[in-house]
């Protein structure tokens, strides 16, 4: 599975557009970019998947290059209870994959 | 949308003892479910693929005698953290896909809420 970097923390103010980043060099071809965020002791929320290009959903944007080697994760307007840790999962949509987490990307907003 | 649920959502327990935690798919049907185990400030960490109606595939070096998995139907699988110890202390956490999501390409891993095991 394509192994994922992403920035271990980030900090942003309550209104800004927060994006955060994921390298994935190794991304095969029937690969999927799917963002999870987790809150302290519960499992990951889904966020957003993508294949190519933009995806928009009514929380996040992901931004997707052609060479696919990258992705970025965009939230706009982030608040208070968007601080999470956000991962970057990259593998085949499929039933028999599980994806394996990166450290993921530690998001502290605060006022 | 797809919801995965996870019981009990915390436990604690003696060393020594035996913990089944259950991961039900309320409204779809799971061939595959997947379990991680996380510990604090840590990411999660796959620990096995729970297959239903055959014997669970186990990640290098997570003991298959100890954690006994169990994909008895379509929509629950279990696994249970047998003679657990201290060490086992830690939030298991279990996830799956909906095969109707698959077929439109839209198809992201659903996780539970996980399992706060403490093992005294």
Known sequence: LAKTTQPISMDSYEGQEVNITCSHNNIATNDYITWYQQFPSQGPRFIIQG???KVTNEVASLFIPADRKSSTLSLPRVSLSDTAVYYCLVGPADSGYALNFGKGTSLL??? | GAVVSQHPSRVICKSGTSVKI???SLDFQATTMFWYRQFPKQ???LMATSNEGSKATYE???EKDKFLINHA???LSTLTVTSAHPEDS???ICSARDPVQISSYNSPLHFGNGTRLTVT
């Open chain 2, 73 to 75: 139907s379509l929509t």
């Open chain 2, 60 to 62: 290098q070096g997570v």
């Open chain 2, 43 to 45: 990411s999660l960490m």
């Open chain 1, 51 to 53: 294949y190519k290009t």
């Open chain 2, 90 to 92: 830690s939030f298991y």
């Open chain 2, 22 to 24: 259950e991961c039900r």
């Open chain 1, 109 to 111: 907003v605060t006022p």
